[in-house]
């Protein structure tokens, strides 16, 4: 058997990401982060409805930008998408999302 360093192994800096999270100013951010907390799939469209109840000029340019924007920012696979019957649906990446309700500081027994 092969002896590993345990330090050779690749360890995600979550309190970097964290502290990415906590740093976004952007409102329209703020939204899409809030309405995805719950970890499921969210369709294009559920999204828009979201953020153009406070900002009316989204759509589904800025929305797709913004999430490209989000993961340039904080991590690559940060915000997942799939196309379904021609729609498109975000979430969270799996990995991510108790911290970003950490971030948020929702109670996660909220989202059970």
Sequence with gaps: ????????????????????????????????????LDGHWHSELELIRVTKKQHGFVGPVTLGTMVGALNHTIK?????????????????????????RAAYRFDSNDFL
Excluded: W
């Design 1 to 36: 058997m092969a002896n590993f360093d345990k330090n050779s192994f690749y360890k995600p800096s979550y309190s970097n990401l964290f502290n990415k999270i906590k740093d976004i100013k952007t409102p329209i951010k703020n939204e899409i982060l809030i309405a995805l």
């Design 76 to 100: 690559n696979n940060y915000l997942q998408k799939k196309i379904v019957n021609d729609k498109m649906y975000y979430k969270i990446s799996d990995n991510y999302v108790g911290l970003t």
